[in-house]
């Protein structure tokens, strides 16, 4: 009997397991139609929101005020969702139950991967428990809600076995509490396998299942997992204050020099957002023992002053290397979540070095090692063998990783940046959002109805011919990806403090109801299927309505069109990478249209501007197929280029559904989650000054640009080197063009540009002029 059908049906060792108070109540077939609206948990039921942006001067809606429409993301959604209810939650007790002494029923094995008894047991717990409320609050479905109160109830029995067994009352977890503590003094015990001397980022499963019990209180309104999870705020206070006084090395309470050698301490002091959580539990119960426990987590020993100070360490050498134990390249998923804590705490506390240092962290990170997809992190020439580790800034062509950039990186940064917007709203934030999230985030999800494992990569690798893997059960990625899968919404719209303005983030089909403020808002679009939206309005009264433009978006009057009601938004200039607002007192049934297509266009890597990916507006366009031995494939693009500079006419042009074709190769988006290989990167090669198809004769020659210039070197590459942009790139950087005399102006600069550096002689720049001259008709759009 399959999983699945066990599941559904009564088997032996259920009069056993019931009576030992480990099993659920049912398991029913995932719901055909949403739990009719009374029957799901109302917002006047919840506690106040404390989340990202509870006191900022933007806010967000909660799950429950937005509900998907049929779309990409619903599709993604589901197959998440259905893994979720079908998974047996008994599985994640049977740890939990060992470690406080309870019995568990016959048959019921742990759930593998990572979760199996090793030292990074009870994370994945906590991620389907946040999964649990979040699929419930999607569309009420009460099979969740059923499992996630069942989790609740056993691990509440387990925290109270536990009581009496522990130095410090209040805990919980799938592992001794000694697990924990010894990563503290005076063992400060290292990362490795050893279950009696070793540990294993204990704090950060801490975390997870904080977190996990948190979201069920807040999201679903269970006051036992409330209850449950204060007791482990408390008992972390004591463990990270008192310490391991039953030791019987105990020298004194733990001190703000043992919390930073603990946190510098590689993957053992890897904590996530634990002072996410204790945050916010501060803002629910306004004791201060929970605030000074995030406190607890500030990592000072080298990076938070650091990133306060704007100076980027995140990889160093032997030579720099700032602190006792940190490694000269800082794991990238370890440190990331920790500046989503720091802004909960400068949410709370109003004290700027909090912010400070998260924006600054973001900044060294997006763009400076940001790839294509909105991923981080590989390995590079002369770097040890880890690519979940930052590489050094600007790094991109040297650090493309068979495997790198791990998709819970990218989890925790979208959550970075979105708590940033919502503090100070740049548009570049959400940009990048959009970039992570229809990426890697729906990338990282199988297009497959399997059940048998979450279906959900791991890593998502870069590297010409590389392909993803799918499973993941237990892994950290497994775990957010379940949490990314339940919550696509969390984004689409923001709110201003004041309601007087509502901001429309994200394109795809949804329904907002802002009840304070008597609005429905209803989008229709398949996006990112579908190049355009429609909003339609059912409230009265005045709001502005802001509209994201794109930093993709071609800066044209057609890039981004608005319409209300049919007619033309005045004097509406949208300029990529910024908000259109809409000022104006809305009726019912008030529509507003907005078209933007999606602009074919080239990404240069920061430090190889030869080293490109192809997108479709914010979609990145891997090169299908495997071309061999590591090589990347190689495109001549510009002879295919008109006055428009319009990549879409003749160089990568649309096929068949989602494809487009660039020199007889296939190209698609990156969110098709299959196994087969794919290039995202790209090398361009353009040997020849040509117009169309007009050649000069002359080269293409590159302009020093001094690239790449690395802040910590790179084995074989030199730096600064002499690499830069050719005559070409800088041309048509400057498209489109309105007129032929314009193109002309912009190629005799140029040109003038590339004598003066010696680069072109009079007579070659004669030429590449009187071909230009020559080539109107050729280049006329």
């Known amino acids: 009997m399959n999983r ?12 056993s397991a019931a009576a030992a108070g480990s099993l659920p109540a049912a398991h029913t077939a995932h719901a055909a139609t949403p739990t009719p609206a009374a029957s799901r948990v109302l917002a006047a039921d919840l506690p106040p929101y404390v989340g990202a942006g509870s006191t900022a001067p933007i806010r967000p809606f909660t799950l429950h005020q937005v509900a998907l429409g049929s779309s990409l993301y619903q599709e993604k959604r589901d197959r998440v969702k259905d ?4 998974y047996d939650e008994r599985r994640f007790l049977v740890l939990f139950n060992d470690t406080a002494g309870r019995p568990n029923p016959p048959g019921v094995e742990v759930p593998g991967g990572w979760e199996d008894g090793g030292l990074l047991s009870g994370h994945w717990a906590g991620h389907y ?3 649990l409320a979040q699929a419930h609050v999607d569309q009420g479905e009460q099979v969740f809600k059923d499992k996630l109160d069942w989790m609740v109830r056993e691990l509440g029995a387990c925290q109270e076995a536990l009581s009496g067994q522990t130095v410090h009352p209040g805990y919980l977890g799938a592992l001794p509490e000694d697990v924990v503590l010894r990563v503290g003094p005076p063992r400060f015990a290292l990362y490795g396998g050893d279950l009696e001397t070793n540990t294993w980022a204990p704090w950060y499963t801490q975390h997870k299942i904080m977190r996990g019990l948190l979201d069920a209180h807040t999201l679903t309104g269970n006051q036992q997992a409330f209850e449950i999870v204060l007791a482990m705020a408390d008992w972390a206070h004591l463990a990270l204050t008192l310490g391991d006084v039953d030791h019987p090395d105990y020298a004194g309470p733990v001190t703000r020099d043992d919390l930073n050698l603990m946190w510098d301490t590689y993957i053992a002091g890897e904590y996530g957002g634990a002072n996410e959580v204790l945050a916010e539990i501060h803002a629910l119960t306004g004791d201060e023992r929970h605030l000074e426990t995030a406190r607890c987590f500030d990592n000072r020993e080298s990076l938070f002053d650091a990133c306060v100070a704007d100076r980027d360490i995140l990889v160093t050498t032997d030579d720099t290397r700032p602190g006792r134990r940190r490694p000269n390249r800082l794991h990238a998923n370890t440190h990331v979540p920790n500046f989503v804590g720091y802004l909960r705490i400068f949410e709370q506390t109003a004290e700027e070095e909090y912010h400070l240092a998260a924006r600054n962290f973001f900044g060294m990170v997006v763009p400076h090692r940001m790839f294509a997809h909105g991923g981080t992190s590989g390995n590079f020439p002369g770097s040890n063998n880890n690519p979940e580790q930052f590489q050094n800034r600007d790094n991109m ?4 990783d068979a495997n790198g950039a791990e998709s819970c990186t990218t989890y925790n940064l979208l959550k970075l940046a979105r708590n940033l917007f919502l503090l100070d709203p740049d548009p570049a934030y959400l940009d990048y959002y959009e970039r992570g999230l229809v990426n890697m985030i729906l990338g990282q ?54 309601g007087s303005t509502l901001w429309v983030n994200l394109y795809t089909a949804s329904t907002l109801t802002w009840a304070e403020r008597g609005f429905t808002i209803t989008q229709r679009t398949d996006f990112p299927r579908e190049q355009g939206t429609t909003l339609t309005v059912d409230g009265s009264g005045p709001l502005d309505i802001r509209l994201r433009v794109p930093g993709w978006a071609a800066p044209t009057a057609a890039g981004f069109a608005v319409t209300v009601n049919g007619s033309p938004v005045p004097d509406a200039s949208p300029r990529p990478g910024s908000y259109l607002t809409l000022s104006r007192t809305w009726s019912p049934g008030d529509t507003i249209e907005v078209a933007m297509p999606f602009p074919v266009r080239i990404e240069r890597a920061i430090d190889s501007p030869s080293t490109q990916s192809a997108f479709s507006g914010p979609l990145l366009l891997p090169i299908l197929g495997d071309p061999g031995a590591g090589a990347f494939r190689e495109l001549t693009l510009y002879r295919h280029l008109k006055r428009d500079g319009d990549y879409a006419r003749a160089a990568i ?50 302009r020093d640009d001094n690239l790449p210039n690395y802040d910590v070197p790179v084995e074989g590459v030199a730096s600064p080197g002499d690499d830069g942009l050719t005559f070409l790139d800088v041309l048509w950087d400057g498209a489109p063009f309105a007129t032929h005399s314009a193109f002309l102006r912009r190629v005799r600069q140029v040109a003038d540009e590339w004598v003066a550096a010696g680069l072109f002689t009079a007579t070659e720049r004669a030429t590449i002029i009187n071909h230009a001259t020559r080539a109107e008709q050729e280049l006329r759009p």
């Open 83 to 86: 893994f979720v209810e079908r």
């Open 4 to 15: 699945r059908d066990f599941m559904r049906v009564s088997a032996v060792g259920v009069a």
């Open 129 to 131: 428990l946040t999964a």
């Open 445 to 498: 999800r199988a297009d497959t109805d399997d059940v048998d494992d979450p279906q959900l990569a791991y890593f998502q690798p870069l590297t010409p011919g590389a392909a993803r893997d799918y499973g993941n059960t237990g892994t950290c990625c497994g775990g957010t990806g379940l949490e990314n899968g339940t919550k696509y919404q969390e984004t689409i719209y923001f709110r201003s403090a004041d």
């Open 653 to 702: 042009t649309a096929g068949d559904g989602e494809t487009f074709t660039a020199a007889g190769l296939t190209l698609r988006p990156h969110y098709v989650g299959d196994t087969r290989a794919q290039s995202a990167y790209f090398r361009r090669v353009e040997p020849e000054v040509v117009f169309g198809g007009i050649a000069t004769g002359v080269p293409n020659r590159t």
């Open 397 to 400: 062509a040297h650090a493309i």
